[in-house]
């Protein structure tokens, strides 16, 4: 037995979303936003990027291994979705160093 058919198969649109990029909340020259995270990326720069990188959920001694600093700054970035290059991070951490952290650090108290 046949039935005929009374409706055509209709086309689906899906509506997806894109995430939007945001932006760092803080610039790398903005140090003094935050007194206490300045002055821990001013005299105790190594405790100040364990912490961040036991904030970022990973092992506190992790930025004892060469380039791991670099590994997180680009991995926050992407997890936030902020626009930036390996390059970009890469010089921040080169040249401003201690600056770069601190970022990184109001990064993610602000996002917490």
């Known amino acids: ?34 007194c206490g995270i300045c002055l821990c990326g001013t005299f105790f720069p190594i405790c100040l990027a364990c912490k961040v990188a036991s904030d970022y959920g990973e092992c506190c001694c992790l930025p004892v291994v060469g380039g791991a600093m670099l590994a997180m700054r680009t991995g926050l970035r992407e997890r936030h979705r902020i626009p930036g290059t390996i390059c970009n991070d890469c010089a921040c951490l080169t040249f401003c160093g201690p600056c770069s952290v601190c970022q990184m650090a109001r990064e993610l108290k602000a996002r917490r």
Do not use: E, G, I
């Open 1 to 34: 037995m046949t039935y005929p058919v009374s409706t055509q198969p209709q086309m689906v649109q899906l509506m997806t979303t894109s995430a939007s990029s945001s932006s760092w909340n803080s610039d790398v020259f903005d140090c003094c936003d935050d």
